[in-house]
């Protein structure tokens, strides 16, 4: 089975550009979250969905970041303007409530981003 | 304010001896937890979980253990490999938070020959 896919792998880009990060989600699962990894502050969930919808996005830094889920099958992290202290791994997750809620999410091998 | 800490940034065994990594919690909502591990470039990987019903919890070498009273966790691993060498991550979560993850800052695991 095809895991969590995230693309691209590695981002590098001026200050002040767009930055868009795209994530397919496991077939099947229900809710997609959006996770930031940096040495200061670990791994942090930034916003999650469940059935596509937007469920809590209080850990989503700025205004400058927005995230969307058009279908169950891809979500997009969007970063305008960028700056370098949005530099980070980004990680995307996916998980199936399933019978039971209590289920573990599995993560995509992130987007490293740089930002010059 | 850290809710899932893991105080040991680093812990080192060798081969074949038990790996035992902790971590302590501070929210006493948390009802399930859970161990991921993490090999550098890629994303961390499930290994592990356990409901707050439960204070044990066994899967191949690996166990965790609950301990509620002392909002302490730990992940034991027997016997130790050195592909065991990885970041481990300590990950708690409230039942009716939609599956919203709290990660503890992760410790480096090193298994030597």
């Known amino acids: 089975d095809a895991g969590v896919i995230q693309s691209p792998r590695h981002e590098v880009t001026e200050m002040g550009q767009e930055v868009t990060l795209r994530c397919k989600p496991i077939?099947?699962?229900?809710?997609l979250f959006w996770y930031r990894q940096t040495m200061m502050r670990g791994l942090e969930l930034l916003i999650y969905?469940?059935?596509?919808?937007?469920?809590?996005d209080s850990g989503m830094p700025e205004d400058r970041f927005s995230a969307k889920m058009p279908n169950a099958s891809f979500s997009t992290l969007k970063i305008q303007p960028s700056e370098p202290r949005d530099s980070a791994v980004y990680f995307c997750a996916s998980r199936s409530t399933g019978v039971s809620f209590n289920q573990p999410q599995h993560f995509g091998d992130g987007t490293r981003l740089s930002i010059l | 304010d850290q809710q899932v800490k893991q105080n040991s940034p680093s812990l080192s065994v060798q081969e074949g001896r038990i790996s035992i990594l902790n971590c302590d919690y501070t929210?006493?909502?948390?009802?399930?937890f859970l161990w991921y591990k993490k090999y550098p470039a890629e994303g961390p990987t499930f290994l592990i979980s356990?409901?707050?019903?439960?204070d044990k919890n066994e899967d191949g070498r690996f166990t965790v253990f609950l301990n509620k009273s002392a909002k302490h966790l730990s992940l034991h691993i027997v016997p130790s490999q050195p592909g065991d060498s990885a970041v481990y991550f300590c990950a708690a979560s409230v039942y009716n938070q939609g599956g919203k993850l709290i990660f503890g800052q992760g410790t480096e695991l090193s298994v030597k020959p």
């Open positions: 969905f469940n059935n596509n919808v937007p469920i809590d």
């Open positions: 929210n006493s909502m948390f009802d399930y």
């Open positions: 077939s099947g699962h229900n809710s």
């Open positions: 356990i409901s707050s019903i439960k």
